[in-house]
């Protein structure tokens, strides 16, 4: 069946670090595919998308391209900062909604 | 525009009690979804519903859950009797379905409960 999978974390960067998160899914089909994030107390939200092989989304300073060859999602930041500090799920979907486990990132000054 | 809406925010109650959450979808989305997170466990998928109807329950740990979607701008999640092992952060979303495919998904704030 469709699935995702993330990287395990935790992840601790230094403020202005890389950041990469790696995703890669299986699917049948074309699905579209997502990146949530999650802040402290708060629901997920959208932060990027991609619906279909070779679009890249963005928002915010991260960028996510989807690579068919690869099957992959992978979310990059070239400059992270202290506010980026959450989880992110990763997700796609057909006819139904996957997400990933979840990274979390923790990013220090 | 307002988003998915939820309600209480916060629950605290005893356990045997019985616990009402709700939820309102964002007009025009069809489908709606309840989850549930802990950190042991991550988020999990209790239900999905499809223009009112549930389409898959499978995610639903037990017979004191359940889940009605009586009209298109209303739901609710019910635990009779809850437990301790029910606390944690209820979620739920909504999304448009299109041909069969789902899009973007809106999540709702939570209900954060605690079972004492």
């Known amino acids: 069946g469709d699935s995702v999978t993330q990287m395990e974390g935790p992840v601790t960067l230094s403020e202005e670090a890389f950041l990469t998160i790696n995703c890669t899914y299986t699917?049948?089909?074309?699905?579209?595919l997502f990146w949530y994030v999650q802040y402290p107390g708060e629901g997920l939200q959208l932060l990027l998308k991609?619906?279909?092989?070779?679009d890249k989304g963005s928002n915010k300073g991260f960028e996510a391209t989807y690579r068919k060859e690869t099957t992959s999602f992978h979310l990059e930041k070239g400059s992270v900062q202290v506010s980026d500090s959450a989880v992110y799920f990763c997700a796609l979907t057909g006819n139904q909604f996957y997400f990933g486990t979840g990274t979390s990132l923790t990013v220090i000054p | 525009d307002a988003g998915v809406i939820q309600s209480p925010r916060h629950e605290v109650t005893e356990m045997g009690q019985e616990v009402t959450l709700r939820c309102k979808p964002i007009?025009?989305?069809?489908?709606l979804f309840w989850y549930r997170q802990t950190m042991m466990r991550g988020l999990e998928l209790l239900i999905y519903?499809?223009?009112?109807?549930?389409?898959?329950d499978s995610g639903m740990p037990e017979d004191r859950f359940s889940a009605k979607m009586p009209n298109a701008s209303f739901s609710t999640l019910k635990i009779q009797p809850s437990e301790p092992r029910d606390s944690a952060v209820y979620f739920c979303?909504?999304?448009?379905?299109?041909?069969?495919?789902?899009?973007?998904?809106?999540f709702g704030p939570g209900t954060r409960l605690l079972v004492l």
């Open positions: 699917a049948t089909g074309y699905p579209s």
């Open positions: 007009s025009g989305h069809n489908s």
């Open positions: 991609a619906t279909k092989a070779d």
């Open positions: 519903f499809n223009n009112n109807v549930p389409i898959d």
């Open positions: 979303a909504s999304s448009a379905t299109s041909g069969g495919r789902q899009e973007t998904q809106y």
